[in-house]
């Protein structure tokens, strides 16, 4: 079971880590409109769902949702999304395989999921064609 974890959290980190690096660094501050993220703002908004769900719903430790300020850069984003994701990878190689600890693992990557969505069409919307979904 934690095989498959690790290699769905693998593939994730991955494939978030393609969709980031696809935006140029000029364009990490656009948004498709007014009222939603800019892409820098939704990657980082994932980085931060990755440490506040682990908390929250794999180790159960109730946490206000607090995120740090919005890291500035298309660099120090993707540095922050990496670093999340090795901290999932560290805490799920050391998690309990008990059914709520696997419920919010899922839980994260559906987040993460979620969000990724939402930045490759950020990516269509400059013209740029999202890197192939991965599984």
């Known amino acids: 079971m934690k095989t498959q974890i690790l290699a769905t959290l693998e593939n994730a980190k991955q494939y978030t880590l393609a969709v980031a690096d696809g935006m140029p660094a000029e364009h990490y501050h656009f948004k498709p409109a007014s009222e939603v993220w800019d892409f820098n703002e939704l990657m980082h908004h994932i980085g931060y769902g990755i440490y506040w769900w682990e908390e929250n719903l794999i180790r159960q430790q109730e946490s206000d949702w607090q995120p740090p300020k919005v890291t500035s850069s298309k660099k120090q984003t993707i540095a922050y999304l990496e670093k999340a994701f ?18 919010g693992f899922h839980a994260t990557i559906d987040h993460i999921t979620h969000h990724r969505g939402q930045a490759t069409i ?13 599984y």
Do not use: N, S
């Open 122 to 134: 950020h990516l269509r919307c400059k013209g740029i064609e999202p890197p192939a979904y991965r």
């Open 86 to 103: 090795d901290f999932l990878k560290q805490q799920v190689e050391t998690m309990a395989g008990d059914k709520t600890a696997i419920q």
